[in-house]
């Protein structure tokens, strides 16, 4: 650890022993100790006028009253409301030394800001702290490391849903310095700036190995001065257990590194420290000084860094004499690459790799600078292009660089060490063998396409169609008295993530006695495929009258509620088929801003889900669907007491249209915790 890391534990504890200062006093006049509870924060003030403990009595809490009160207890949850909570430097950062978990509104509406003369938060050991859905900005702790917050060795924070952004630090850790445990969950880290680590320093400077886990977030825009643009993982302590860092399912771009290291070095000093990187994108990054590794710089620990399925391309080295365009080797063991794209590096030295990597298998290179073994002896395949779409919204949580119709990563993976989803969280393998890259192509599967109730002028056609994609799609039908297929029906929705459903078309105007062909045809952003084609022949009859699908109105019979909150539906079905069932219900809020002297009040509509429920008729009957109570949803109605739940129920016939009806019943929660 550096002196500076040192100086600023210190910090932290004198303003704990302040906090435990209250206490005593609080134990002196007979109070009993603070139970675990909810502190929700009323003020934007940055005070702690009224003292520890201010915030039970009812009256205004500022929120460095709410953390001071939540070191007196262990588990407490901080509630904080839209709007900005700008700390007073003189305070200095808010210190947390028992477990908490901090919750805003969004990371657009709840903002807390270090106003660029304060670090924001420090995390002592032993507190475990969570912080979710607000933004944590303008962090600055000039000489001292983690611009934003300093986890100290022993204690742990949990980020998600939330932003990082322009938070400073002249030494380690634009936004974070880690010297303990950290978990960045479905965030993003934006425009930090710091000596070693951008946004992101992890530093085993001590008995106890630092760990961070970075998943389904966003690096982008980060600057450091030195290594490690986003990223940098250090390690000199001599316990045999080292720093690690994993990155799953995260895109980190547009970093910068004055040394090496564009988006993450590795800078470990020889301990067994690990870096572990899966299904994550890593583009346009670069490395402006004599060391390179546009991309990433690997390999200087005792153990082989993993890389697994990722998009490594188009990373620039930029200093004099620098290498390794997307990869620079460091010392150590050199890292495994497996089921990975390298491409479009730009260096003075090994546009890709500044020299062979240690190959896992089934790796892409547009150039041959990361010594992969090709085909036909190997499973690589190098000097060969990937065929990447640009950096965009593909569908999940971050940004991803599509695989092209025909890109040769296509079902050119391995199925061994592939993860169970890409980055985006498609399923993986799609057609059989995984991708190589991050991004799993994931076009629709049609099924075997039928006719049926074909008459001398008509025909109903269906065919089953799933969509694997996080992305949707659509639905459509060729037909004509050829292969040529001269019409084509109305477009039909394909939702995301949509296993095998009946899709179905009704033809009219059909000549008698005539054989058509027909095929469906399924698309999405990942391709268009079509089904094989099929035929029928229409009758040489009178015309018969048009086809009657089945009938989709049902009716509503009684609902039940049974005392733990499940909804009992009974429906009166028409036909065969599937009904599916959604319960909600609303709860409206009041939020009240400040905007200079002039108070702002909106109201809020929160939609919750009840819960969901299916069942299956096998003709005209009397079906019962259940729809259990959700967790979340459960907690709500423990404040209301009782709530209106709207009950949504569509029914689809088989082979025929869906129809969706709705009732509303009355539910409510006793003090107990029972339900009618």
């Not at 035929?535 to 733990?564: C, D, E, M, R």
Request: hydrophobic share 35%.
């Amino acid at each position: 650890m550096t002196t500076g890391g040192l100086v600023r534990v210190h910090r932290g504890l004198v303003l704990a022993v302040f906090a435990c200062t209250a206490v005593m006093s609080l134990v002196v006049a007979g109070s009993a100790r603070a139970t675990t509870r909810t502190l929700t924060v009323t003020s934007f003030a940055d005070t702690d006028q009224n003292g520890v403990g201010s915030c039970s009595s009812g009256g205004s809490c500022t929120l460095r009253e709410a953390v001071n009160q939540a070191n007196l207890d262990t588990g407490d949850t901080i509630s904080l409301q839209a709007g900005t909570y700008t700390l007073d430097s003189s305070y200095g950062a808010l210190t947390l030394t028992a477990n908490a978990t901090l919750t805003g509104l969004g990371a657009s509406s709840t903002i807390i800001s270090g106003g660029n003369a304060t670090e924001i938060m420090f995390i002592d050991a032993p507190a475990s702290v969570s912080v979710s859905d607000m933004t944590l900005e303008d962090g600055n702790s000039g000489g001292d490391e983690g611009g934003a917050v300093l986890i100290n060795p022993g204690a742990s924070l949990a980020i998600s849903s939330s932003v990082l952004s322009g938070n400073t630090s002249t030494t380690d850790g634009g936004a974070i310095e880690d010297e303990g445990t950290l978990s960045v969950t479905g965030s993003s880290m934006t425009a930090n700036t710091g000596s070693d680590g951008g946004a992101i320093d992890l530093d085993s400077g001590t008995s106890t190995p630092a760990s961070a886990t970075v998943t389904g977030s966003t690096l982008s825009g980060n600057q450091a001065t030195s290594t490690g643009g986003a990223i940098r993982v250090e390690s000199f302590s001599s316990t045999g257990t080292g720093t690690t860092l994993t990155v799953t399912s995260s895109t980190l771009t547009d970093n910068t590194s004055g040394l090496a290291g564009g988006a993450i070095e590795d800078s470990n000093g020889g301990d067994p420290a690990q870096i572990s990187i899966t299904d994550s994108t890593i583009t346009d990054n670069t490395a402006t000084g004599v060391y390179g590794g546009g991309g990433v710089y690997l390999g200087n620990g005792a153990t082989a860094d993993q890389v697994v399925n990722d998009t490594i391309v188009g990373n620039k080295a930029t200093g004099t004499g620098s290498g390794g365009g997307d990869v620079l080797l460091g010392g150590g063991v050199a890292p495994v690459f497996e089921n990975t794209i390298v491409a479009d590096g730009t260096a003075l030295s090994g546009p890709d790799c500044s020299a062979s990597v240690t190959d896992g298998g089934h790796n892409l290179d547009d150039a041959d600078g990361c010594g992969f073994t090709a085909a036909p002896t190997g499973t690589d395949l190098v000097n060969t292009a990937p065929d990447l779409g640009p950096l965009q919204s593909n569908g999940g949580p971050t940004e991803t660089m599509a695989l092209l119709a025909g890109s040769p990563a296509i079902n050119a993976g391995s199925n061994t060490g592939c993860p169970a989803t890409d980055q985006r969280g498609v399923p993986r393998p799609q057609g059989g063998t995984c991708d190589i890259g991050a991004y799993e192509s994931a076009p629709p599967v049609p099924g075997t396409a039928g006719a049926s109730l074909v008459g001398a002028v008509d025909a109903v056609i269906a065919a089953p169609v799933a969509n694997p994609d996080v992305q949707a799609g659509t639905v459509a039908f060729q037909y004509g008295t050829s292969t040529a297929y001269t019409t084509t029906t109305s477009g039909q929705a394909l939702p995301a993530s949509t296993p095998a459903t009946t899709y179905a078309a009704v033809l009219s105007g059909l000549a008698p006695g005539t054989v058509y062909h027909f095929r469906v045809v399924a698309s999405d952003p990942d391709g268009t495929v079509y089904g094989p084609d099929e035929q029928f022949t229409t009758a040489t009859a009178a015309p018969l009258p048009p086809p009657v699908l089945p009938t989709n109105v049902f009716t509503f019979g009684k609902v039940k509620v049974s005392s733990s909150g499940k909804l009992t539906v009974s429906l009166g079905a028409p036909d065969a088929g599937s009904f599916t069932a959604k319960a909600t219900f609303s709860v409206r809020k009041t939020v009240t801003t400040h905007k200079g002297k002039k108070k702002i009040v909106k109201h809020v509509t929160t939609t919750y889900t009840f819960g969901t429920g299916s069942v299956k008729s096998t003709g005209k009957s009397t079906v019962e669907i259940g729809i259990s109570l959700k967790g979340s949803a459960a907690k709500e109605l423990k404040k209301l007491g009782s709530a209106k739940v709207t009950i949504a129920v569509t029914f689809t016939p088989t082979g025929g249209v869906s129809h969706k009806q709705s009732t509303t019943v009355e539910v409510k929660r006793s003090h107990r915790g029972k339900y009618s």
